[in-house]
C-alpha cells in the first residue's frame, strides 16, 4: 500500500513501505504548502519540467537527502549541475528502479529555468509511476492531448492528478475531457487556487466528471491506495 499526499500546486509525495518519493516540489513561495522544504524526507525527486512552480526547491531537497533527481536529459543535467545525482530519462522511456517503475510521458507544455525560464530545460514531461501494484499518473502542466487515450488504453490507472487552473495548463472542460481518455479510478484535481489566474472551482471539475471518482484534496490531504 502506498499513502499518495498531495502538498498544494502539482506537489505530490508518494510513500510507499519502504520508500518515499516526491514529485515537482514547489514549496518556497507556495503560500498554500502545508510543509516546509525541511521537513522533505525523499530518496527520489521527481520533476516534470523546468518551470520554478515545479523544479521548485528540488535541488536543495535533493542535496540534503542525498537522493536522485528524475527528470528529462536537459533538466536532470541541469540539477547536476548544481550538484544533485541524477537519473535522466526521456519521453516514451521506462526504468525499474528500487521502488518501482516509472515512465516519462508527454506533455503539451514548455521547459525552461530560471527568472526569465531562459535555461534550457526540455520539453515538459509527465510520469506514470507504478509502486506496490498500482499505477499514479502525474501528467506534469499540460494540455489536452489525444495521446492520453493512449495513455488510458495502455495502462490501467489508480490515480491520476489532472491540473484544471487553467490560463497555463487545461482548464476544467479539458480536464473532464482527459479523465474521459485515461479513465482513471480515482481522479484528484491539481494546480490551481496557487496565483489568481489559476483559481477555480475544483467542485465544478467534480460534478461534470462521470466515470471517476473524483477527489477534492486539500493541501496536505492523503489518499491510501
Ligand atoms: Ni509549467
Ligand atoms: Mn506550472
Known amino acids: 500500500m502506498s499513502k499518495v499526499t498531495f502538498y498544494g500546486h502539482s506537489c505530490v509525495g508518494i510513500e510507499s513501505q519502504a520508500h518515499k518519493l516526491i514529485i ?43 537522493a536522485t533527481v528524475i527528470a528529462n536529459f536537459e533538466l536532470a543535467n541541469l540539477c547536476a549541475g548544481e550538484g544533485c545525482n541524477i537519473h535522466p530519462m526521456h519521453i516514451g522511456g521506462a526504468h525499474n528502479f528500487d521502488f518501482g ?26 510520469f506514470l509511476i507504478t509502486i506496490d501494484g498500482k499505477t499514479i499518473y502525474h501528467p506534469g502542466d499540460t494540455g489536452l492531448f489525444l495521446d492520453m487515450k493512449l495513455i488510458g488504453e495502455m495502462n490501467q490507472i489508480d490515480l491520476a492528478f489532472l491540473p484544471i487552473g487553467d490560463n497555463f495548463t487545461m482548464g476544467i472542460d479539458d480536464a473532464v475531457k482527459a479523465v474521459e481518455f485515461l479513465s482513471p479510478s480515482i481522479v484528484v484535481p491539481m494546480h490551481y487556487d496557487t496565483f489568481p489566474v489559476i483559481a477555480q472551482d475544483p467542485t465544478e471539475f467534480a460534478s461534470k466528471v462521470s466515470g471517476a471518482k473524483v477527489v477534492i484534496l486539500k493541501p496536505g490531504d492523503s489518499i491510501d491506495l
Open 101 to 126: 517503475r516509472v515512465k516519462m510521458t508527454m506533455a503539451l507544455h514548455g521547459g525552461g529555468y530560471g527568472e526569465d525560464a531562459s535555461r534550457y530545460t526540455g520539453p515538459a514531461t509527465g
Open 24 to 66: 515537482d516540489p514547489f514549496i518556497t513561495g507556495n503560500e498554500l504548502s502545508p510543509i516546509k522544504p525541511d521537513d522533505v524526507e525523499a530518496k527520489f525527486i521527481l520533476i516534470t519540467h523546468g518551470h520554478g512552480d515545479h523544479v521548485g526547491d528540488g535541488v536543495a531537497i535533493a542535496k540534503k537527502n542525498n
